[in-house]
């Protein structure tokens, strides 16, 4: 399933980047893409994911690399 959040003081790129990086690497999670210019973020989930529960996954992920970057809905 797919799904697009809106990201608010996503401040720089190359923060950006790493946020996608990890989060590709999550098991519950097909691809994800940053977009740092549009502030948003695309997640493909795998078939059959609690989508709650792998956003609070991503969330905890953004926050490691950029503390103040929230994700909406």
């Not at 190359?14 to 691809?31: G, Q, R, Y």
């Not at 940053?34 to 996954?57: N, R, V, Y």
Request: aromatic share 4%; charged share 30%.
């Amino acid at each position: 399933m797919k799904k697009t959040y809106r990201l608010k003081d996503l401040d720089c790129a190359n923060c950006a980047a790493k946020m996608e990086n990890a989060i590709n690497k999550l098991p519950e999670v097909e691809s994800a893409t940053i977009s740092f210019l549009m502030q948003k973020m695309t997640i493909h989930f795998a078939e059959g994911t609690d989508e709650a529960a792998a956003l609070t996954t991503v969330k905890k992920v953004i926050r490691k690399v950029e503390p103040d970057c929230e994700v909406l809905a």
